[in-house]
């Protein structure tokens, strides 16, 4: 254990969160900026230099978390947008859309991205698979984005309130449209990660973001033995404890400096846009896409 | 340091590397942590727990010195109480309880007199909220977590029994610690494998509310990461890091 103020607890090589969250005042709950705090100040201990970050809609205060209507995904972005101006040396913002709404969500990406978005966020308002999403894809690889696509771990049966996807389901859309990046939401975030390893296996524009509260042994093992370093990527999602644990337990596992710097940070600058993420390095780092790239304020 | 929440043993619907008493001991020695409780794990699914108990013991054996045993026993099978006497005998460290499991509910008077059993010889009674995530279940492991219910039930057994629910959750850990007076709560403690760390900080808004003494350190190794509940524990604010230290241990420092 570290001293306070001294090194970060996660060490000092660079080290980038692809999942992440805030929250603002529509989203219904009175700590919104307590939470929004914590984040921040857990970051900085574990030593997280660049956090991406969505807010989906009003988080299920004025409409479904995950069909948000589009005032909603409006407001949320804003707010998503007005953190990253606040804080420009630490976040990053997805643009959240449902796809459902398919013109408001082209002009979404549009106008997010000329303030600085560098990525996109499907929750779960249509299936992966779905037709519907094949505009967001167009769109993401024309502009070189990523899309963070959240994931239930193996679907075997419908759930309220969400209209989920599993890795089957991102594989489907993501060899439609090869020129754009996946990543995979959170393995530990909830479902059978096992089934999800083995249905991106070899779709290689599919990445897996780790982050979840799920900790589960052998999940990092497997994830690893399935895509390699390369094609993994470190976050946290709603739990930052789960993401320092699970860096120490890939070195645990026994991966060597050069994976780790692939999972900490180096694929995520291979695949959002160059020179997008704050404090870190571009330079020997070859870009999954060159023909496109985002102007992000340093 | 103790972690009070691991197993050997496997796991009936998915694969867990190296769950053996030999690498728990490596694990823990690499985490700085002087010893741990253990069960055995595929004695949860069983129907007669004995023949498990009985593998734990002999498992545990040339590790004793650092692995615990804490055997389970199952309150509505014949002879359970010469079974706990064998087992306190042999040195057990707590008694492992499944309800759900067992298909016992919280008012079931035989877990009141396993509760009652336990105070008496003074071992603690260690429940288990869940094995995994809900979401991630197989179909055809149907067991319910267990119940903030079963947990006043069993600490209002006996005034002398002490219950460690390992795997619980906030809201679970505040219903039932809520819903006990005083002297109640003071026999109820929870490990912290399963409880949110930040940006929610539950485990920090838990050790305010109900004091970190009714908190240990576990980890549900081999199902989980056990570097989860240490970094938990390190990314706390710094006004409570160091009085959950002190009160788990000194291991951290």
Known sequence: MTDEGSQPLAGRTPLVDVHAHFYHPASGRGDWERVNAARLRAGERIGIRALIASIIGSWGHTSPTYFPSPADVTAGNDAMLALSELHPERIRCYVTVNPNDTVHAREEIARCVERGAVGIKLAASRRADDALLDPIADEAARRGLPVLQHIWQHRTREWPGQEISDGADLGALAKRHPRASFILAHIGGGGDWAHSCAAVREITNVYIDLSGSGVDRGMLDLAYASVGASRLLWGCDITMETGLAKLRALEAVGLGEDELAEIRWRNAARIFPH????????????????????RVSQ | MIDVNCFIGGFPFRELPHPDPDVLVRVLAREGLAGAWVGHLPTAFHRDVTAGNEALFEALEPHRTVLQPVPA??????????????AHADGARGIRAYPMQWGMGAHDARLAALAGACGEIGLPLVLTTRFED?????????????????????????????????CAGRALIEESHWGLTPDERARLSWDISWIWGPPEDD????????????????????????????????????????????????WLT
Request: proline content about 8%; hydrophobic content about 45%.
């Open chain 2, 134 to 166: 809900v979401r991630q279940r197989s179909a055809l492991d149907v067991s319910p977590d267990l119940s903030g219910a079963h947990i006043r039930a069993l600490v209002r057994a006996d005034p002398n029994v002490h219950v460690v629910v390992t």
């Open chain 2, 73 to 86: 026993i199952r309150p509505d099978w014949p002879h359970w109480q010469l079974a706990l006497a064998k």
């Open chain 1, 275 to 294: 020179n997008a993420l704050p404090g870190i390095p571009t330079s020997g780092v070859a870009a999954r896409r060159t023909d496109a790239h985002v």
């Open chain 2, 203 to 250: 485990l920090a808004h838990l050790v305010q509310t109900l004091g970190a003494d009714h908190f240990r350190f576990g980890s549900a190794w081999p199902l989980r990461l056990m570097q989860s509940p240490i970094a938990n524990i390190e990314l706390l604010p710094d006004t409570l890091r160091s009085s959950v230290v002190a009160q788990l241990g000194s």
